[in-house]
Nanobody, 124 residues
Framework: QVQLVESGGGLVQSGDSLRLSCTAS????????MGWFRQALGKEREFVAA????????SYADSVKGRFTISRDNAKNTVYLQMNSLRPEDTAVYYC?????????????????WGQGTQVTVSS
């Protein structure tokens, strides 16, 4: 089993930055793919970014490309989501996800492990 704990959410203004963290514990060898998803009120959960640790690859949703950066500190078993130039439409609960699969995915059902989520609110 893998446990994921997110932190770093909060209330910011449009144009501000935030960095989310997700620390994994347990069988961290099963976290080759780590991703960030978000779910706005009344909407479905959507893909934000993912990282394939073993291949050194990253992937981003078009809506965040150029503004968000996913990174990982393997020594700390922590993945980060640096969010710059935040917009009101980025407001959502952000979830960290992980899986042992070898290819990145934007599909929620292909991630086995999920964190509890952290709220990000961007005011205009």
């Amino acid at each position: 089993q893998v446990q994921l704990v997110e932190s770093g959410g909060g209330l910011v203004q449009s144009g501000d930055s935030l960095r989310l963290s997700c620390t994994a514990s347990g069988r961290t060898a099963s976290t080759n793919i780590m991703g960030w998803f978000r779910q706005a009120l009344g909407k479905e959960r959507e893909f934000v970014a993912a990282m394939n640790w073993s291949a050194g690859l990253t992937s981003y949703a078009d809506s965040v490309k150029g503004r968000f950066t996913i990174s990982r500190d393997n020594a700390k078993n922590t993945v980060y989501l640096q969010m710059n130039s935040l917009r009101p439409e980025d407001t959502a609960v952000y979830y960290c996800a992980a899986d042992r699969r070898v290819t990145m995915s934007w599909r929620t059902y292909e991630y086995r492990y999920w964190g509890q989520g952290t709220q990000v609110t961007v005011s205009s």
